[in-house]
């Protein structure tokens, strides 16, 4: 069917715009203030982690 | 509970280590669920706060993408409920007239379909984003999603649908598209491909 194989079609490429949508964004570099953040997520709760007191 | 304390096992390795190999997938996901860029990366940054301080929920050996993106939407649905006491709902409005005309080589441009794609209501969006882009299971989705199954396989039927309606609008001829197509997709390695 004509019309069958056209849907078919655009749904290929709609599966394959969303999985190109989906990978660019999520391959992208990752900005710094993620990296930042959990540098400093994993600072303030690491006891261990002999600080100079505070800054200053 | 028979106390066997696994006491000088600590994990070597600490789970939230593993969080930093999920941030582009975070991203994705939550550009997908806003629309918006900068929206999104508010939306991973208190996302990764949350899962940061709630890693004992995380259950080792399960899958920590899965966990965070569940953390990740549950964060934008409740932002969003907060919003939406302030402004009306902007999602579902402009759900719509606007159809996308295919480049003129016959093949849809990613920006032509984002753009579509950002016209169906969150509900489908977050459905195909997570069946449809990421590869999760109709079964993860559900789970994510605190829905079942079946719902979340209409979710992403109505969308794809939704999505097929919108594209034709806008069309004047995808006749010699197919092979383009089904070699872009041979090529991607067809892991999750639709079962429409």
């Not at chain 2, 508010?42 to 899958?63: M, P, R």
């Not at chain 2, 480049?103 to 977050?126: C, K, N, T, Y």
Request: glycine share 6%.
């Amino acid at each position: 069917m004509q019309n069958e194989n056209h849907n078919n079609a655009l749904e290929d490429q709609i599966a394959e715009n969303l999985r190109r949508a989906f990978s660019e964004r999520a391959e992208e570099k990752v900005p710094d203030r993620f990296l930042d953040l959990l540098q400093q997520l994993r600072e303030q709760d690491s006891p261990l982690n002999d600080r100079p007191s505070h800054d200053s | 509970m028979t106390g066997l304390l696994m006491t000088a096992e600590k994990p070597v390795v600490d789970p939230r280590d593993e969080i930093v190999t999920h941030l582009g997938p975070m991203r994705a996901f939550a550009l997908s669920l806003t629309r918006n860029g900068a929206e999104a990366d508010d939306l991973v940054q208190e996302s990764l706060v949350k899962a940061w301080k709630n890693i004992e929920s995380f259950q080792v050996g399960t899958n920590m993408q899965a966990w965070l993106f569940t953390i990740l939407r549950n964060t934008f649905y409740s932002l969003r409920r907060k919003r939406s006491r302030e402004v009306a709902d902007p999602d579902g409005i402009a759900a719509g007239q606007l159809s996308v005309k295919p480049a003129h080589d016959g093949r849809l441009q990613l920006s032509e379909f984002l753009e579509v794609f950002a016209q169906l209501p969150v509900e489908q969006r977050e459905a195909l984003a997570l069946v449809g882009a990421s590869g999760f299971s109709y079964e993860e989705a559900a789970s994510m999603c605190g829905v079942a199954v079946g719902t979340i396989k209409s979710r992403a039927n109505r969308g794809r649908a939704r999505l097929v309606e919108m594209l034709h609008a806008g069309e004047d001829g995808y006749g010699d598209m197919t092979d383009r197509v089904t070699s872009a997709i041979v090529n991607a390695g067809a892991q999750g491909r639709l079962t429409a």
